[in-house]
């Protein structure tokens, strides 16, 4: 597993009972495309990067924002979310820029 980036963030259950949102605790701005290509490369299913990118592997799709903010579907727990969530955060700390 890679290393991973220490990004505060709180996972919130959503309306649609097996999804939830990932809310970062700070402001955060991410290079869509540049996301993408990251994605990609670790074996992601990549849709168009328009004003978000969705990004499925294993059964589980993970859509990011450019503001960070994400959502996984399915969410089978908020611990499961929060680990798919470091990681991914750590993938795409690349694409990240800066303020």
Same mark, same amino acid.
């Given at each position: 597993m890679e290393n991973l980036v220490s990004m505060k963030f709180k996972v919130v259950s959503l309306c649609k009972k097996d999804a939830m949102? =990932?809310?970062?605790?700070e402001i955060v701005r991410y290079d869509l495309e540049k996301? #993408? *290509? =990251?994605?990609r490369s670790k074996g992601f299913e990549v849709k168009d990067p328009g004003v978000m =990118?969705? #990004?499925s592997r294993g059964g589980t799709e993970t859509v990011l924002y450019k503001n960070g903010r994400m959502m996984v579907n399915p969410a *089978?727990? %908020? *611990? %499961? =979310?929060? #680990?798919? #969530?470091e990681e991914f955060y750590a993938m795409v700390e690349s694409a990240r *820029? /800066? /303020?």
């Open positions: 949102s =990932v809310i970062p605790q996301c #993408a *290509e =990251v994605l =990118v969705r #990004a *089978e727990s %908020k *611990e %499961k =979310v929060r #680990a798919i #969530a *820029e /800066q /303020q």
